[in-house]
């Protein structure tokens, strides 16, 4: 299959966002494919930039023109592919072959995501990773590993309210907070298991802050995707299918959407039905 296609290498952090934005922004209105080549960080810039371009001032020529986005799977996570089971989104053939199917996206403030937005642990384990990424034996593919395991210890207790669709609903000391519209973060930790990516809903969950032995015996469902179905863990985890959610608190504090650290004081989600049509070759 012979396929002409323009490769173009970031420069940084949101590079490819400009990059796209400004490519659909152009005249015309011939169909497009996009292929983020990297992680979940990189396909959340390539979708940012769709969105920004069909929301900006040039959004009506650009909802005109059919926009499909894919990914090539080549970073360290890729989390929100896992969402299908048994595809195979590395075999390039199939990937340019595919058709494309509508998929939701998260709106974060100015910002996107579409796979999963973490608060508390998650975020703290993705700031540690950040930090020891690098190091011998503690850095590389242990990194993860080294953010549970320094959070287990000093990061369990996150104090801050949380809202769904208008209504106060959790408020205090929390062990995490997530706003999911994928199934996995962390590399296959199944934190979402209910999640569906085009079903118009978000999946609002909360973990109440828990001692040691208590997060020991919780954190294996967790990967799992089995922690909403633990009768012995109905006190502490909170869940709910809405269309909004807001995080805030008295101090800064961080989320990680996508794999990217953001920070603030209030952090305001919500979902958008069918936003972007995303590749996913066949079986």
């Given amino acids: 299959m012979d396929v002409g296609a323009e490769v173009y290498v970031t420069c940084g952090p949101r590079d490819a966002v400009a990059y796209v934005a400004n490519r659909l922004r152009q005249d015309g209105d011939e169909p497009v494919r996009l292929y983020a080549c990297g992680g979940d960080g990189t396909l959340n810039e390539v979708i940012s930039g769709v969105m920004e371009a069909q929301s900006g001032a040039h959004g009506a020529e650009c909802g005109q023109r059919r926009v499909e986005v894919g990914c090539y799977p080549c970073g ?110 962390g590399g296959g930790y199944q934190c979402a298991p209910r999640a569906v990516v085009d079903d118009g809903w978000l999946e609002a969950q909360c973990v109440d802050a828990l001692s040691i032995p208590r997060f020991l015996r919780l954190i294996g469902s967790y990967r799992r995707g089995e922690h909403l179905d633990r009768v012995d863990m109905h006190d502490v985890v909170h869940h709910r299918r809405v269309h909004s959610m807001c995080f805030e608190a008295d101090r800064d504090f961080s989320v990680v959407t996508d794999g990217e650290l953001l920070t603030g004081r209030r952090f305001e989600i919500t979902i958008l039905p069918k936003a972007v049509n995303f590749i996913v070759p066949e079986k």
């Avoid at 058709?99 to 993705?126: H, I, K, T, W």
Wanted: aromatic share 10%; charged share 20%; with cysteine.
């Fill in 76 to 185: 360290s996570g890729n989390d929100y592919i896992k969402c299908w089971p048994g595809v195979d989104f590395a075999d390039l053939r199939a990937l340019v072959g595919a058709p494309s199917q509508p998929v939701d996206v998260m709106r974060v403030g100015d910002r996107y995501c579409v796979n999963v937005l973490n608060y508390g642990f998650e975020a703290e384990v993705c700031r540690t990773m950040e930090h020891v990424r690098r190091w011998p034996l503690l850095g590389g593919r242990m990194a993860y590993v080294t953010g549970i395991v320094h959070c287990l210890l000093h990061k369990r207790h996150n104090p801050c309210r949380i809202s769904v669709d208008g209504e106060a609903w959790h408020s205090g000391d929390m062990l995490l907070g997530s706003a999911a519209n994928g199934r996995f973060v």
